[in-house]
């Protein structure tokens, strides 16, 4: 590394920009709640997405009332379909929202994805006008290229091969089916659908082979190669991942012109300081890590592979596999961070998809190409497409028919991420020591590593890699998830039995699918043993329908209140957790269920004197652990808390889950004489139109002395207990 100063440089700089907050590096938002306001700006991109057009303004003059900002750049969504070009100056009226942190623990990013982007604020247009202004030529041909080739893959291919295509191609994944997106995911080929190094070197590489093996002049080759590898990373979005390979490539082309040895260390550090340079938010995404975590493995790894080999014919396979295993030593802990899972069988599955990726990419070029010329030429090269892509699809699902195909890890503690890479670093010396060995050896026997460093290379590596999969829990830990206007709330013992209690929204979005699953799978939860649900309102099972539609979390038993009298959405949710194949259990006032130290006992519905109303006939649990009470009350009004205290089975808790979200009639001081909570939570949107948590709410809470928190200020709520202490954590 002496003789790289630059990637020398560059490593130190990374490092620097890792450890330090994002929040360094925000601008200071003009905006901290959605409003009306005006947009002028001028195009940068269009995209057609989720039956919306999809627009990037930049040189932004916002004004919000009285006051007026600037933003470089702004993310629009109209349901105009107008195409407007790139350039066009728009005028714009709608509704402007700032990008929202994340308020639960494994959720998205969206706050840092768009700051990586330049973006701030959302804009939602009622109405748009077009201003006019100096249409930028290039640009624009470069989109209706996309579209046309698009269009091309959609006659030539059907779905959901169409949509792949665009996205390996074009780098449009608007047309994506989910179905797809997901198996690839969950068989670790997820990168085929992004524009990757490969792609790029395959492009820009090929062709200046080619025309130097044509003009046999190197300059003449390198212009038209370049100007074609920018306009091709423009047009697929400008990607991390496209931006640092387009880049590598033009070194690497540059060291050919000049005579110069392509170094791979220097030109990705290269591309790592123009980067950092101009987006050091850049250096905490996913697809920065994970593209040049890749590169950086094959570089340091890839020259240890054969420290003891003989001469003998080289084999793809093998190298297919070093090249495979170099990477994920690289970028395991990356991996798990951002998705969680691990593909078991991803590093052979790669064997198959990586050399194919080659051909797959240029019978996609081709299909388009030919395609603009003849129609009918463009379907040999789209049939090889069809046939490669069928080849994935069938290894996929053959893949996830295999025992233990998705491994849910969950995101690893810090520590034991430093402590990884700590271990590969002194590994990596110590092996390198041994390639420097080898270079001075002059003894007539082959060289060998030693053994000694060998096996402890091996051990230490395989040690800290188990190291990350594994967690350990000291105790009960407990957390109301921010669902907005909705419940959810988790909770997991020491050894592993997991319960989630509701789940839904009705002012987030697909709850289930980008809040709940991804909490679950951030904290490793592949199975939930017990989900109780306390009554049928939307707002309480809407993301649960979705956790068991998705499939990727089991669940083993489901709790239900019993009634005599059952509505449609009750014998729904029966009907859903029979396809699921779900055990289902109904409970009543005095149903108990006990564990070692824990135990959960159902205080209501009676199982006479039952009520219409679905929040009054609520299931109200009560959990113990040790000395610790928690009490979950769903969504039960004052009448139904009189009865319950009447029937003297209230005691003191720690924790109270408040009913109906701090509903002003709900919570009664009769109520919560009884329960005494020291810690209340309230589940409730910032932006709800029931005016929760009523004000009568919190002022009978503060009389008992209870301290209050809610999701809407503190973003998720998360508590530990050993069954004495209680400590309380919240996501703001």
Not at 54 to 73: A, M, N, S, W
Request: with cysteine; net charge neutral; proline share 4%.
């Amino acid at each position: 590394m002496r003789q790289r100063p630059v990637a020398c440089a560059a490593f130190l700089l990374f490092l620097i920009l890792l450890l330090m907050p994002a929040e360094f590096f925000y601008k200071t938002p003009q905006l901290t709640e959605k409003c009306k306001a005006e947009v002028l700006g001028y195009v940068e991109r269009r995209t057609w997405k989720n039956e919306k057009m999809q627009l990037l303004l930049e040189d932004c003059r916002i004004r919000t009332g009285e006051d007026e900002f600037q933003e470089d750049r702004l993310l629009v969504y109209t349901k105009d379909p107008t195409e407007y070009e790139v350039g066009s100056i728009l005028s714009l009226s709608g509704t402007i929202y700032p990008i929202e942190e994340p308020t639960n623990p494994g959720q998205f990013n969206s706050r840092l994805y768009y700051a990586g982007k330049g973006i701030s604020y959302t804009l939602y247009a009622d109405q748009v006008n077009h201003m006019g202004g100096m249409v930028h030529p290039v640009k624009e041909q470069l989109l209706q290229l996309q579209k046309r080739i698009g269009q091309i893959y959609e006659t030539v291919l059907k779905e959901p091969e169409d949509g792949i295509l665009k996205a390996m191609v074009l780098g449009d994944k608007t047309e994506l089916d989910s179905e797809v997106q997901k198996l690839y995911q969950q068989n670790g080929i997820s990168h085929v659908l992004a524009i990757s190094g490969l792609h790029i070197s395959l492009i820009g590489m090929g062709l200046y082979k080619m025309l130097k093996r044509i003009t046999g002049y190197g300059m003449i080759s390198a212009i038209p190669t370049m100007a074609l590898l920018v306009a091709y990373g423009w047009m697929t979005g400008g990607s991390l991942s496209s931006v640092r390979a387009v880049g590598m490539c033009a070194i690497a082309i540059l060291a050919d012109l000049v005579g110069r040895t392509y170094d791979m260390l220097t030109a990705m550090g290269v591309m790592l300081l123009v980067i950092a340079r101009t987006n050091p938010l850049a250096v905490k995404q996913s697809a920065f890590l994970l593209s040049f975590g890749a590169v950086l493995g094959i570089a340091w790894f890839g020259p240890l592979w054969t420290l003891e080999e003989k001469k003998k014919k080289k084999r793809k396979w093998r190298e297919g596999l070093q090249t495979s295993l170099s990477v994920l030593l690289m970028t395991f802990p990356v991996l798990l961070q951002f998705f969680n899972e691990y593909a078991l069988y991803s590093t052979l599955l790669n064997l198959l998809v990586i050399p194919l990726m080659s051909v797959l990419m240029t019978a996609g070029i081709l299909c388009g190409a030919a395609g603009l010329l003849n129609l009918q030429a463009a379907r040999l090269p789209g049939l090889v497409c069809h046939g490669i892509l069928s080849v994935y699809q069938w290894m996929g699902n053959l893949c996830l028919r295999l025992p233990g195909s998705v491994l849910t890890i969950g995101i690893p503690d810090p520590w034991k991420v430093l402590i990884y890479y700590l271990t590969l670093a002194l590994a990596l010396f110590l092996l390198y020591r041994e390639k420097q060995r080898k270079k001075y050896w002059r003894k007539q026997e082959p060289f060998r590593i030693s053994r000694r460093t060998l096996r402890w290379c091996q051990g230490s590596i395989l040690f800290t890699l188990l190291l990350l999969c594994v967690h350990y829990q000291s105790g009960m830990e407990i957390c109301m998830l921010d669902v907005g206007q909705g419940d959810c709330l988790f909770w997991e013992l020491p050894d592993g039995t997991t319960f989630l209690s509701d789940g839904g929204s009705t002012s987030v979005s697909d709850v289930g699918t980008y809040r709940i699953v991804p909490f679950l799978k951030a904290r490793g939860v592949h199975k939930i043993d017990y989900l109780l649900i306390s009554h049928m309102d939307q707002d309480h099972i809407n993301g649960i329908k979705e956790v068991l539609e998705d499939g990727s979390i089991q669940v083993g038993q489901a709790l239900l209140p019993g009634l005599q009298r059952k509505d449609d959405a009750y014998l729904e949710m029966e009907a859903l957790l029979k396809n699921a194949n779900v055990e289902k259990h109904c409970l009543n006032s005095g149903d108990l269920a006990t564990q070692g130290e824990y135990s959960m006992r159902c205080l209501w519905p009676p199982v006479e004197g039952q009520m219409d109303d679905r929040n009054k006939m609520s299931l109200v649990m009560e959990v113990e652990y040790g000395a610790f009470r928690m009490l979950l009350t769903g969504d039960i009004d004052e009448q139904a808390e009189r009865q319950l205290a009447a029937t003297g089975q209230l005691e003191t808790v720690d924790i109270l889950k408040v009913a109906h979200h701090g509903s002003r009639y709900s919570s009664s001081s009769e109520f919560l004489a009884q329960a005494t909570p020291a810690v209340s939570l309230i589940s409730c949107s910032a932006t709800n139109r029931y005016g929760h948590p009523g004000q009568e709410t919190l002022e009978r809470l503060q009389t008992e002395k209870s301290a209050v928190r809610i999701t809407k200020n503190c973003g998720a709520i998360c508590l530990w207990t050993d069954g004495s202490v209680i400590k309380l954590k919240t996501v703001k």
